[in-house]
T-cell receptor, first 109, second 114 residues
Framework: GQNIDQPTEMTATEGAIVQINCTYQ??????LFWYQQHAGEAPTFLSY??LDGLEEKGRFSSFLSRSKGYSYLLLKELQMKDSASYLC??????????WGAGTKLIIKP | DAMVIQNPRYQVTQFGKPVTLSCSQT?????MYWYQQKSSQAPKLLFH???????NEADTPDNFQSRRPNTSFCFLDIRSPGLGDAAMYLC?????????????FGPGTRLTVL
């Protein structure tokens, strides 16, 4: 079956760095998305990786290893507004998004 | 600004009373999606349309139906809502089907069933 695993919850301190991991098993693979979702709101797009390596976009970076079925989202210089759920979603061979349940990130002052 | 709009943002209905949720988009995207998301769970795809071609996910209950009268609008009908249908309903769009195009989400409609 197809599956996405990511931690349920993480806690970090304002100003620090946090890495949110995601492992995936899909029928075929056409890339991996990260979305941010604040409580009670819709997911918003953060990043898309299809090639191995690190993609940096401001304070947020996303990494992909296709051979390991693994990705992570790296958030630097954490701000209180980064408190949200972070959803990992892999695109399978039919271009269907397979979603993880999300990692709830709690930022403490 | 081009966007995905959902109305209403909050909907309360009674057990068994039909309800319709609406979604519109100004992105001129070909594909529209309806997801159900319960608290702390992954979004679950209910339907998607490529233009007017309707695609029903295999495990979407018959209680849920959808209509897309034109490119801009899409509706989700819940014929007889049960307590288990209380959730956030998310509408999303993407430019093309069968591609790596990003899905863009509306703000969602939170459905409460009394």
């Amino acid at each position: 079956g197809q599956n996405i695993d990511q931690p349920t919850e993480m806690t970090a301190t304002e100003g620090a760095i946090v890495q949110i991991n995601c492992t995936y098993q899909t029928s075929g693979f056409n890339g991996l998305f990260w979305y941010q979702q604040h409580a009670g709101e819709a997911p918003t797009f953060l990043s898309y990786n299809v090639l191995d390596g690190l993609e940096e976009k401001g304070r947020f970076s996303s990494f992909l290893s296709r051979s390991k079925g693994y990705s992570y989202l790296l958030l630097k210089e954490l701000q209180m507004k980064d408190s949200a759920s972070y959803l990992c979603a892999a695109l399978d061979s039919n271009y269907q998004l397979i979603w993880g349940a999300g990692t709830k990130l709690i930022i403490k002052p | 600004d081009a966007m995905v709009i959902q109305n209403p943002r909050y909907q309360v209905t009674q057990f068994g009373k039909p309800v319709t949720l609406s979604c519109s988009q100004t992105l001129n995207h070909n594909v529209m999606y309806w997801y159900q998301q319960k608290s702390s769970q992954a979004p679950k795809l209910l339907f998607h349309y490529y233009d007017k071609d309707f695609n029903n996910e295999a495990d979407t209950p018959d209680n849920f139906q959808s209509r897309r009268p034109n490119t801009s609008f899409c509706f989700l009908d819940i014929r007889s809502p049960g307590l288990g249908d209380a959730a956030m309903y998310l509408c999303a769009t993407s430019r093309a089907q069968g591609s790596t195009d990003t899905q863009y989400f509306g703000p969602g409609t939170r459905l409460t069933v009394l």
